[in-house]
């Protein structure tokens, strides 16, 4: 099989491709995914929120989560400096950085909450393991991680006018190393649930 096959709405570089329409994709980016919403509300059922417990968005764009995680320490990592600026101008209160979500710099176990949303596709297929390699490095004991990202979109040619893919998708890498996870009793699967043009993986590190 041919890694990571081109097509038409191949992004070879998906750092200079957001710096370049990060304004507007933020403009149109303001709504809340209803699965993404119902997974922070979720966890706000599991933990003491008195506690501040940490937040992190990967890969986390202009940042539209960050309006619902206040009671949390939230923290967010996105590899383009235009969406990085555009998200600390509007959630101060969220410490943020410039980063690659495969090797983050933050350390073992820090996060309570991982919510990573439309950054699968971008990744090959070896950087998806490294990807989920690296979530489950950072998260917490006890802590879920809601790993979502399209597939099945080799149809669709461009989503409000951006085109917003790299990778045409099977996932069958990252599903077999989630369930070797599972199997040395490193992560629980939650769920994993196909909606819409999106896979979305709901685990839990034991
Ligand atoms: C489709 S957007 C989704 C943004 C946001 N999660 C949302 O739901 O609006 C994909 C985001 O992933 C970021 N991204 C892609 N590859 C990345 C990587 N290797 N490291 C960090 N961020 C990455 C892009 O810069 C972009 O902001």
Not at 12 to 35: A, L
Not at 46 to 64: A, I, V, W
């Amino acid at each position: 099989m041919v890694e990571n096959t081109i097509n038409l709405n191949y992004i070879p570089d998906v750092k200079t491709y957001y710096n370049q329409v990060g304004n507007k994709y933020s403009r149109f980016r303001k709504y809340f995914w209803s699965e993404a919403r119902k997974f922070i509300d979720w966890t706000k059922t599991l933990y003491n929120t008195n506690s501040k417990s940490k937040f992190l968005d990967m890969g986390c764009g202009n940042g539209l989560y960050f309006q619902i995680t206040t009671e949390y320490d939230s923290h967010g990592i996105d590899l383009s400096e235009k969406l990085i600026e555009i998200s600390t101008k509007r959630y101060p209160y969220a410490k943020l950085k410039v980063g690659n979500v495969l090797e983050t710099g933050y350390t073992d176990n820090e996060f309570d909450i991982v919510l990573t949303v439309g950054v699968f596709q971008h990744l090959t297929n070896q950087e998806q393991i490294k990807f989920i390699q690296e979530t489950i490095r950072i998260l917490n004991i006890g802590g879920c991680a809601f790993v979502s990202g399209m597939c099945d979109i080799s149809d669709i040619p461009e989503i409000n006018g951006l085109i917003t893919f790299t990778n045409p998708l099977n996932y069958s890498g990252v599903l077999e190393l989630i369930q070797t996870y599972q199997q040395n009793k490193i992560i629980e699967i939650i769920y994993i649930k196909k909606v819409q043009h999106s896979v979305i993986f709901l685990i839990k590190k034991i």
